[in-house]
């Protein structure tokens, strides 16, 4: 069974990076995409980018100056990092593998919280 | 503003069939498979529907989806009270190169 297992510090100040890591278990990391979503409290869902075990990256287009997603094949992880917060970025950041909006397996959840 | 265009809120009594609308454009829904997801409070989005109509393993047969042109739908039959939950539909957008979602409509079982 997939699992997916996700880490990072839930508290940033505004400028600060968001750091978030996500481990696959139980299946392959190759083969397959690996995508970050996000969801502000009390908002939708909104896609921020994926990766796949070969390094090729897509990346929604309103944060793509900002966000960096990569994967570790040799320990099936990828994060994600986004640069220069602010409030805005405040959500539950969610890692997911699939493609074109189908996502089978999800992590849990972390809430970032950006505050001075 | 999301790409996909759902109502905020639908609602149901118990054993009542209600519908969910997702309003797209050709370069998302007209072009690409829909998805649709539930999402229970403090929980993760779960995939109901896939490729327009199809149930994974383990989703009721009373979740069902179907597409025409730019715009999906899902439909709920049978309405339970666990039911109660945020609905989000998803396709891919060839225009913006990524994943779009809708706004998602909160489902309330009267």
């Known amino acids: 069974q997939v699992q997916l297992q996700q880490w990072g510090a839930g508290l940033l100040k505004p400028s600060e990076t968001l750091s978030l890591t996500c481990a696959v278990y139980g299946g392959s990391f190759t083969n397959y995409y690996w995508h970050w979503i996000r969801q502000p409290p009390g908002k939708g869902l909104e896609w921020i980018g994926e990766?796949?075990?070969?390094?090729?990256?897509k990346y929604n287009p309103s944060l793509k100056s900002r966000v960096t997603i990569s994967g570790d094949t040799s320990r099936n992880q990828f994060s994600l990092k986004v640069n220069s917060v602010t409030a805005a970025d405040t959500a539950v950041y969610y890692c997911?593998?699939?493609?074109?909006?189908?996502?089978?397996?999800w992590g849990q959840g972390t809430l970032v919280t950006v505050s001075s | 503003q999301s790409v996909l265009t759902q109502p905020p809120s639908a609602s149901g009594t118990p054993g009542q069939r209600v519908t969910i609308s997702c309003s797209g454009s050709s370069s998302n829904i007209g072009s690409n498979y829909v998805y649709w997801y539930q999402q229970l409070p403090g929980t993760a989005p779960k995939l109901l529907i896939y490729?327009?109509?199809q149930r994974p393993s383990g989703v009721p047969d009373r979740f069902s989806g179907s597409k025409s042109g730019t715009s999906a739908s899902l439909a709920i039959s049978g309405l339970r009270s666990e039911d109660e939950a945020d609905y989000y539909c998803?396709?891919?957008?060839?225009?913006?190169?990524?994943?779009?979602f809708g706004g998602g409509t909160k489902l309330t079982v009267l």
């Open positions: 990766t796949n075990h070969g390094g090729s990256t």
């Open positions: 490729r327009n109509d």
């Open positions: 998803a396709t891919w957008d060839d225009g913006l190169s990524g994943v779009v």
């Open positions: 997911a593998r699939g493609r074109y909006g189908d996502y089978p397996y």
